[in-house]
């Protein structure tokens, strides 16, 4: 198993464990029904630049990838890691 296989599925098993705690605790009750972005991570001030990129759209998906979810991100980037890891020759 490649280092590209394996951080695709530790990727993949972080993003799950994000989910789980995430739903967990929309089930006690203890408030925690908004999704963890990157957003909440950073200082705002940190995350302008975004805005004022002007170049063919790329704002609209910088602000798209910021503002989903976690755990989402790191489904994508974990399955990413695994299919390039099944096309790169041992």
Known sequence: MSKLAV???ISLVIGGVILL???LGNLMGTGGGEALCLVD???PS???WIDSMTFLG???LLDTIVLTPLYILLFVVGAVLLIISGFIKS
């Open 41 to 43: 991570l950073f200082e």
């Open 58 to 60: 790329l704002n609209n």
């Open 21 to 23: 705690f995430q739903q």
């Open 46 to 48: 940190n995350l302008d």
């Open 7 to 9: 951080s695709g599925i």
